[in-house]
């Protein structure tokens, strides 16, 4: 069975997060103050706050996600890693020096270092809770995704005790305890995902035993009950039950070898690519009495050229149609991965962890070096899980730790613990951060009163409980969706909203206090609104025919990213006489 649990496994993967709610108890003493809970004081050194930077941006997006996309799509999951990695270049050059510079502990400060105003303070606060909210429903399904093999629970139970983890590890201690599990984290994942390249290398490729998987279908039916049935049969963990049977296999190897042995990086890319490779398509449809849906997994014999070649994803389908709609959707995702990197709160508030600015540009560079080793990684680990026969088809967000466990459970129990801490990691940024927009500048933008520095802890945890509860919520309600498909989203919102203000007001010294509100709120709302409306949501989330859409394509960016640019030039050039502007 793929799901079969293993006691070694259950307690290595235990002991790994006991380890991480311990350095969280740890190291509560130190944040104490707002500064130290909100940004660890300032006091992180800069390889330390680079490592943290790759563990905080290789979420469950990136190691879950992206491997299960290259894993069932091929080249097309690494062109999110592509689009990931690009954006720090934009990170780099434009935002790292300049924000530490301009800013306190949160991104509104930044943006109102030179205006003082509430209204700003307001409208960044809001923006940035969306987009956190956002970035949170990927790292709450991945946790449900892991939960459920290791402990046996339901997806819901999964993401519940995920919530309740995380929010004791931000309400204990803070950035301070947000950092070093994001060191450990980025270390670790580092470490073992390129172990795992490695045994990907070593055990090389192998001809499917039989011709099984390439002859028979298998039928998955979900009743009202929830229960769900393969072949007729309920699928579970009990006797006489049966799982989804394991996929992803070669169906034919070059010059008709039937193993390859170990192969190097480049001879394994080559021998992939003149492989024929047994995929497997999905198709659902409307179920009558007692059953809801039924859906039927079809195996398919693609050539490995095939896969190797972008346009396979229906997201990126784009890139081969010739539908403009569909050219404008893949162009509009990648604009989105590329710009909202320096636009995510989570990932701008570690900025503020370190001493000046040249530790922020060094942090950077060793977050972008440790990022871009691990996004080539990626490429080989899906492209192992592909053809390593334990792919759970109805899940690609398992792709990577079922590759580990087809080598031993002990492995799957690592990669499947530093998968959660990934989880755990991402997951304390965006709540920290969430927090410290509410108190320090939500409110006070709202009200005008200031919440003193010696309470804004307390009600930062207070608020950091709330948003763990809303996150568990959104994850169950999002189970269904790929996970780097749902950061697709994250981006799309914090580049239409946050990044114009941000360059705007770095490059454009007639940028007005009028400009910043109109340009965010234009880009949040249109974003926003674009995504709940899309044809994807439509589907997947309401469960109503996409058609039902009336935007053109799912992907924002394309048209929100420069709108709200053009709104705020608009905006301040109409109020140039009204309010001072940037000197």
């Not at 706050?49 to 790759?54: E, K, P, S, V």
């Not at 402990?151 to 931000?170: D, K, N, P």
Request: glycine share 10%.
């Amino acid at each position: 069975m793929i799901y079969e649990r293993s006691t070694a496994a259950l307690l290595t993967f235990l002991a790994i997060v006991g380890f991480t709610i311990w350095l969280s108890l740890f190291l509560g003493k130190r944040a104490r103050t707002a500064q130290g809970y909100f940004a660890a004081g300032g006091g992180v050194h800069w390889f330390v706050n680079g490592i943290a930077f790759a563990g905080d941006y290789l979420s469950a997006a990136s190691f879950l996600g992206i491997c299960g996309m290259i894993a069932f799509y091929g080249y097309d999951g690494f062109l999110y890693s592509i689009g990931y990695l690009g954006g720090w270049i934009v990170a780099l050059l434009v935002v790292a020096e300049p924000l530490k510079r301009m800013g306190k502990y949160t991104f509104a400060d930044a943006i109102d270092s030179k205006f003082q105003s509430r209204a700003i303070k307001f409208t960044i606060s809001i923006s940035t809770l969306v987009v956190s909210m956002f970035y949170l429903i990927p790292q709450m399904v991945g946790a449900g995704v892991l939960i459920k093999p290791l402990l046996g629970l339901e997806h819901a139970q999964g993401v519940m005790l995920v919530g309740a983890v995380v929010t004791f590890i931000v309400v204990t201690a803070g950035m301070v305890s947000t950092t070093y599990v994001q060191f450990l984290k980025g270390g670790l994942l580092v470490i073992f995902s390129t172990l795992l390249t490695v045994l990907i290398l070593q055990r090389g490729f192998k001809v499917a035993p039989t011709d099984e998987y390439s002859e028979t279908s298998q039928v998955l039916t979900i009743k009202t009950d929830g229960s769900r049935w393969i072949d007729g049969v309920p699928q579970g963990h009990g006797e006489g039950q049966a799982d989804f049977r394991p996929v992803g296999h070669i169906k034919r190897l070059p010059d008709g070898i039937k193993e390859t042995g170990p192969v190097d990086p480049i001879t394994f890319l080559s021998t992939l690519q003149r492989s024929d490779i047994i995929v497997w398509d999905s198709k659902t449809s409307k179920g009558t009495g007692d059953v809801v849906s039924e859906t039927t997994f079809s195996p398919r014999v693609v050539p490995g050229a095939e896969l190797l070649r972008p346009g396979n994803f229906p997201a990126f389908a784009g890139i081969r149609s010739e539908k403009l709609f569909d050219k404008l959707n893949f162009i509009s995702l990648m604009l989105a991965l590329f710009a909202g990197t320096a636009s995510l709160p989570h990932i701008l508030i570690r900025y503020y962890t370190v001493k000046d600015e040249e530790a922020a540009r060094r942090s950077t560079i060793v977050g972008i070096a440790s990022i871009g080793f691990f996004y080539v990684l990626t490429l080989y680990i899906g492209l192992g899980a592909m053809t390593s026969g334990a792919l759970d088809v109805t899940n690609n967000n398992m792709a990577a730790p079922l590759l580990a466990k087809s080598f031993s459970d002990g492995l799957f129990a690592i990669i499947s613990a530093i998968a959660f801490t990934t989880v755990l990691g991402t997951v304390s940024g965006l709540i920290i951060a969430s927090a410290g927009s509410v108190v320090h500048d939500l409110w006070p933008g709202m009200t005008g009163q200031t919440i003193p520095d010696g309470s804004k802890v307390r009600v930062a945890r207070i608020i950091s409980v709330v948003v763990g509860v809303i996150a568990m919520g959104l994850g169950i309600a999002f189970e269904k969706l790929n996970v780097s498909y749902l950061v697709g989203w994250a981006f799309s919102v914090a580049a239409s909203a946050n990044l114009p203000a941000l360059v705007m007001l770095l490059f454009w010294k007639r940028t007005t206090r009028e400009g910043i509100i109109a340009g965010v709120s234009v880009g949040l709302l249109t974003s926003l609104g674009w995504i709940l409306v899309s044809a994807d949501t439509m589907k997947s989330v309401y469960g109503l025919p996409p058609e039902y859409s009336p935007v053109p394509f799912s992907q924002p960016g394309i048209v929100t990213i420069p709108l709200g640019f053009a709104v705020l030039w608009i905006v301040s050039l109409l109020t140039q006489n009204q309010r001072t502007t940037v000197s």
